[in-house]
């Protein structure tokens, strides 16, 4: 039997509610700080599988793609410094709140099909004071229960229920599930070690995954040559105008920077 990508189905069973799936991605010219923004859609591919589509028609290998690795647990120093200020600016009260944390689970799925997405994550759970030592200590302790596997199996159970239970469940959960939003890490490009080409100009690779009113906050970290770039996309349905992004952009730089001197 074909191979399906049970993940897909749920960017499919959003689109009927307007609920796009479009990744943005583009190259960054931080000499002039302009963006030549691009898209694909996440049902047709995931983060790693979308870059090396990109890529390799400019000659990067980008084979094998990375699998996971459970054991890694990443630093956390990016994303509690832009819960706190989010938390600060936009959040009433001290509720904790939720963050997904996508994983790359490349390797351990069984799935062949590149394109197909092989992401799961896990669900942080934090508060306006957050520190980056408790963002690792609870994610350590996630990874060690395996709950990404957990997440995973939910996310994969299309494969049971079809496309129409999927839509089902959608259309019965959708309006009871909110997080802040996805703090995702799109990896190191281009891979060591392969036949990869010089590097010619400034310009950096960056990507935004989709965002929802559901997941309003979509944040995310890529490394190009060695060079980090962080992007952030906030949903109409929270924040309205480009001016308050670009605030907490900058606050969010501004803290990073303070804190690695």
Same mark, same amino acid.
């Given at each position: $039997?074909?191979?399906?990508?049970?993940?897909? $189905?749920?960017?499919?069973?959003?689109?009927?509610?307007?609920?796009?799936?479009?990744?943005? #991605?583009? #190259?960054?010219?931080?000499? *002039?700080?302009?963006?030549?923004?691009?898209?694909?859609? &996440?049902?047709?591919?995931?983060?790693?599988?979308? @870059?090396?589509?990109?890529?390799? /028609?400019?000659?990067? !290998? =980008?084979? /094998?793609?990375?699998? =996971? *690795?459970?054991?890694?647990?990443?630093?956390?120093?990016?994303?509690?410094?832009?819960?706190?200020?989010? %938390?600060?600016?936009?959040?009433?009260?001290?509720? /904790?709140?939720? #963050?997904?944390?996508?994983?790359?689970?490349?390797?351990?799925?069984?799935?062949?099909?590149?394109? @197909?997405? +092989?992401?799961?994550?896990?669900?942080?759970?934090?508060?306006?004071?957050?520190?980056?030592?408790?963002?690792?200590?609870?994610?350590?302790?996630?990874?060690?229960?395996?709950?990404? #596997?957990?997440?995973?199996?939910? %996310?994969?159970?299309?494969?049971?229920?079809?496309?129409?239970?999927?839509?089902?469940?959608?259309?019965?959960?959708?309006?009871? +599930? @909110?997080?802040?939003?996805? =703090?995702? *890490?799109?990896?190191?490009?281009? @891979? !060591?070690g392969q036949d990869n080409p010089?590097?010619? *100009? &400034?310009?950096?690779?960056?990507?935004?995954?989709?965002?929802? %009113?559901?997941?309003?906050?979509?944040?995310?970290?890529?490394?190009?040559?060695? +060079?980090?770039?962080?992007?952030?996309?906030?949903? /109409?349905?929270? =924040?309205?105008?480009?001016?308050?992004?670009?605030?907490?952009?900058?606050?969010?730089?501004d803290a990073l920077l303070t804190?690695?001197?």
């Amino acid at each position: $039997m074909a191979e399906k990508d049970y993940i897909a $189905m749920w960017y499919h069973a959003r689109k009927p509610y307007g609920i796009k799936d479009t990744i943005y #991605w583009g #190259w960054y010219d931080p000499d *002039n700080r302009s963006i030549d923004w691009k898209t694909w859609q &996440n049902a047709d591919a995931d983060g790693m599988a979308g @870059f090396a589509n990109i890529l390799r /028609p400019m000659g990067y !290998p =980008c084979s /094998p793609l990375p699998v =996971c *690795n459970e054991t890694k647990v990443p630093g956390s120093l990016v994303y509690s410094s832009l819960s706190n200020i989010i %938390a600060e600016r936009m959040v009433k009260g001290d509720k /904790p709140f939720y #963050w997904f944390y996508p994983m790359n689970v490349r390797g351990a799925t069984g799935i062949k099909t590149e394109s @197909f997405n +092989q992401v799961s994550g896990v669900y942080m759970l934090t508060d306006p004071v957050s520190t980056p030592e408790s963002w690792q200590s609870q994610m350590r302790q996630r990874f060690k229960a395996k709950q990404h #596997w957990a997440n995973w199996k939910l %996310a994969n159970i299309g494969k049971y229920v079809g496309y129409a239970g999927v839509k089902l469940i959608y259309r019965l959960t959708s309006g009871k +599930q @909110f997080y802040m939003g996805n =703090c995702s *890490n799109m990896g190191s490009w281009p @891979f !060591p070690g392969q036949d990869n080409p010089p590097k010619q *100009n &400034n310009l950096r690779l960056i990507a935004v995954a989709p965002g929802t %009113a559901n997941y309003p906050i979509s944040a995310t970290m890529t490394e190009w040559y060695g +060079q980090l770039t962080l992007t952030l996309k906030m949903h /109409p349905h929270i =924040c309205p105008d480009q001016q308050t992004v670009r605030d907490i952009s900058d606050a969010w730089r501004d803290a990073l920077l303070t804190k690695i001197q």
